[in-house]
Structures are given as structure tokens and as C-alpha cells.
């Protein structure tokens, strides 16, 4: 069965540089979430798009945005940066409304090291 | 807010025996959905077990089952017949009915001693 397709897997960039996350959600699933995971730590909710439009914004630094296009893939754009980024990233899919499976789908996530 | 809180750090068990989880939360809504969540070393998120709160039936899967206690706010996760392979991070997390982000617990590590 398809899965939520994450890319790059691994990322290394330097302070004030620019990252792009990419996440590939599940055929048919309307809903995207990123969370970001630090070492040790649960992982901290970002943002959530559902039908391309965000539904939710959590604790996303002003130097991120996101966007979810219109087959459904989402970017997480990430510039300026800082040794504080370097954490495990995630991103979840689902199906919201309509169907009774209310679980979440995690990709295997980007790992952002900052250097 | 909803809270998440699991109050053990770490866990051991013995391979072939049972263990127990604790994890608590605090809500005002009616409607909700519970999961556990396994975090291996590789790092991947994966779905353990879930729970509607409508459901009075304790949800089970396989050697995985939650004792759910909708009035305490109680969502134990058993596991029995440990095996080498549940070893990992464990993570309880809530989802209302209103707002579809999850709310993370801090995790449990499971250790499975051979």
C-alpha cells in the first residue's frame, strides 16, 4: 500500500540557508500535517493544510511557511536557518470527514541537520 | 487546553512478559480520539492502536490493548508477550473532535530485556 512519501531523507544545510521539505500524503487524503520532532522530544505540531487551504498553524517560526498544491503534495519552506532547526521532521496525512478512519499516516520524515 | 502526560520516563520489561503504559489527559471536549504511537530507533512514527472516546469497548490489536477510562482520563496501553522488536519510544497522543492536530505525550521508552 502507498505510504506518505517524504523527501529529501536526510538534509544538511548551513545557518542562514534555505531548506525545502516535500511531503507526498497518501492517495486520497485531503489533510497534511507537519511536526517537527528535536532530539529527545515529542514532536511539536507546525502547520496543517486541508484541501489546500491551512486549517491549523501551530508553533511555526515566522521563517517557515508551507503551502499544499493542488495534487495535494506539501512543502514546508524553512530560510534563515539556525543551529536550533536541526531536528526530525514530519509529515502526516489523513482523510478528515467522510470516512471512519480518523488515524493518522507519518512518513518516515526528513532529518535536518544545520551546521 | 488539552494535555497529554505520561508519567514514566522509561519502562523494562522482561521478553514474554506483559507491561503497562500510563498515560492521562485532560479535556473538556465530549468527542475524541486517542492513539499510541511507536517511534523505533529508525525513527519512523508508527500507529500502534486507537481509540474513539464514543466507544466503550476497550480497542485491541493483536498482543496490543488500551484499557481506556473515559471518566479517570485514563489511556493505558498493555503490551503481552513482549518481544525484542517493542522496544522503542512510545508516544500517547489526543485528537478532538474539533481540531485535527495531535497533542503529543512526552513518550515512554520501552527497554525489553532478553
Known amino acids: 500500500a502507498a505510504g506518505v512519501i517524504q523527501s529529501p531523507r536526510h538534509l544538511i544545510k548551513e545557518k542562514r540557508e534555505t531548506a525545502t521539505l516535500k511531503c507526498y500524503p497518501i492517495p486520497r487524503h485531503d489533510t497534511v500535517y507537519w511536526y517537527q520532532q528535536g532530539p529527545g522530544q515529542d514532536p511539536q505540531f507546525l502547520i496543517s493544510f486541508y484541501e489546500k487551504m491551512q486549517s491549523d498553524k501551530g508553533s511555526i517560526p515566522d521563517r517557515f511557511s508551507a503551502q499544499q498544491f493542488s495534487d495535494y503534495h506539501s512543502e514546508l519552506n524553512m530560510s534563515s536557518l539556525e543551529l536550533g532547526d536541526s531536528a526530525l521532521y514530519f509529515c502526516?496525512?489523513?482523510?478528515?470527514?467522510?470516512?471512519?478512519?480518523?488515524?493518522?499516516?507519518f512518513g518516515s520524515g526528513t532529518r535536518l541537520t544545520v551546521v | 487546553a488539552q494535555t497529554v502526560t505520561q508519567s514514566q520516563p522509561e519502562m523494562s520489561v522482561q521478553e514474554a512478559e506483559t507491561v503497562t503504559l500510563s498515560c492521562t489527559y485532560d479535556t473538556s471536549e465530549s468527542d475524541y480520539y486517542l492513539f499510541w504511537y511507536k517511534q523505533p530507533p529508525s525513527r519512523q512514527m508508527i500507529l500502534v492502536i486507537r481509540?474513539?472516546?464514543?466507544k466503550q469497548q476497550n480497542a485491541t490489536e493483536n498482543r496490543f490493548s488500551v484499557n481506556f477510562q473515559k471518566a479517570a482520563k485514563s489511556f493505558s496501553l498493555k503490551i503481552s508477550d513482549s518481544q525484542l522488536g517493542d522496544a522503542a519510544m512510545y508516544f500517547c497522543?489526543?485528537?478532538?473532535?474539533?481540531?485535527?492536530?495531535?497533542?503529543w505525550g512526552a513518550g515512554t521508552k520501552l527497554i525489553i530485556k532478553p
Open positions: 481509540q474513539e472516546a464514543y
Open positions: 502526516a496525512s489523513s482523510l478528515v470527514g467522510g470516512s471512519a478512519n480518523y488515524g493518522y499516516t
Open positions: 497522543a489526543y485528537r478532538g473532535d474539533s481540531n485535527y492536530q495531535l497533542i
